[in-house]
């Protein structure tokens, strides 16, 4: 069957990888003239496969009091007021407790493996560069108590076969010495050997490339998207500003823009834009070779070969774009005051980024399909959409090989209405 995927990001790409892999003529269209222009162009590079912990949980309903007042440093949150916007507000209210924490942390985590495993198996077949390499990844705790939830979660990715050792901050120093130069203080650390590094936007390009080649598939890019055929209850295609394009079935894998593209033909998904920056800068004199999180600051250095990439943040401010030179000033400042030595902070051709991570009330994708025979969804990734793409696309083909009428997934078709705290979905 003839697939239309609806974005050339890393979810786009390596969802029709999973398609073509499995016999389908697949045409990815994005209104961007290249591939992964978006949230995969300039991401923190993490492939977080073991720390997949969701904002929507109790420790965040502390932090109210700060967003409210404008005085977190890491979130803020000046949004225009919309009914989408309060429906999902309350569903990530009502996603904030425990139970729930763990359950979407736990579901994340069983995709981030599957993902882990795919990744490294498709390495293989590309066999070119994206800056890969198993780094392991250091995320560095200030206060007891973060250690004491850091243990805690670590018992549950154990179950797994998932290493995240908390160790002291000597036992990191010996694990990753550039952390040395780092400003604390710091109580000690996560430590995941596990954990990779990767450029998501190479990566998407050099899949983009293979389907092209191996499988004939078509990249209609620059192409921009503006609605859905519609017949009855059926999707027939796509409507782009070039002419329609007609498809057995459609997958929508464009991030934080799903929703507005799905509510023309009456699905409404829960999903926010949450816009996060980076910083890709020449080495300084002690780049860490792991990558390393400051869990306090918030912000997050990965080595990609000779540059660093330095990332964080997360501003729910719509689709503006008005904060991003004093949020990448910000982001600056604070990487180059807790680790002076990581990065050359003061090269002027900084590759400054901002994009929108698409997120779920409860943090995790919306993978499946609709109500509406042939449409797809594969979005919702939130800040993990470089960990979880390959998994959540394996899904996704997997739904459509099965069909949509006999598929079930209550992040999809089966979920109930948006006025039910535990929707990401409506129909």
Known sequence: MHVAVLGAGVVGVTTAH????????????????????????????????????????????????????????????????????VRWGLGFLGKCTRRSAAASARANLEMAVRSAQLLRDLRNELRADFHYRQAGKLILLSTG??????????????ELGVRA?????????????????????YAGAVHSPGDDIGDSAEFSELLAERLEQKHGARL?????????????????????ASGDI??????VCLGAWSPALLGKVGIRILVAPVRGYSLTLPPGRTMPSASVTDYGRRFVMGRLGEKMRVAGYADFVGFSTRQDAARLEQLLDTARSAA???????????????????????????????????????????????????ASAEQLADAIATGAHSYRNDRTATA???????????T
């Not at 209609?220 to 782009?240: F, K, N, P, Q, S």
């Not at 399909?369 to 979005?379: D, E, H, I, M």
Request: glycine share 10%.
């Open 18 to 85: 999973f398609l073509a892999e499995a016999g389908h003529d697949v045409t990815i269209i994005d209104q961007a003239a290249g591939v992964a222009r978006e949230c995969s162009a300039a991401n923190g590079a993490q492939l977080s496969y073991s720390y997949t912990e969701v904002m929507a949980s109790p420790s965040f309903l502390l932090k109210l009091p700060g967003l409210a007042a404008g005085t977190d440093a890491a979130i803020h949150v000046r949004p225009p007021l919309t009914m989408d916007l």
């Open 145 to 158: 108590r973060e250690l004491d939830d850091a243990r805690r979660a670590s018992e549950l990715k154990a």
């Open 165 to 185: 050792n908390v160790v002291s901050f000597d036992e990191a120093l010996e694990i990753e010495p550039a952390i040395g130069a780092m400003q604390g203080p």
């Open 220 to 240: 209609a890019l620059g192409t921009a998207i503006t609605g859905l055929i519609r017949e009855g209850d059926t999707i027939l295609g796509v409507r782009t």
């Open 246 to 251: 007609e498809a057995d079935a459609v997958v």
């Open 340 to 390: 002076p030595e990581a990065a050359d902070y003061s090269y002027p051709d900084n590759h400054a980024w901002g994009g929108y991570r698409p997120m779920t009330p409860d943090g995790r994708p919306i993978v499946g399909p609709t109500r509406l025979s042939g449409l797809f969804v594969n979005t919702g990734h939130g800040t993990l959409g470089w960990t979880l793409a390959l």
């Open 416 to 426: 109930p209405t948006t006025t039910e705290a535990s929707s990401s979905v409506s």
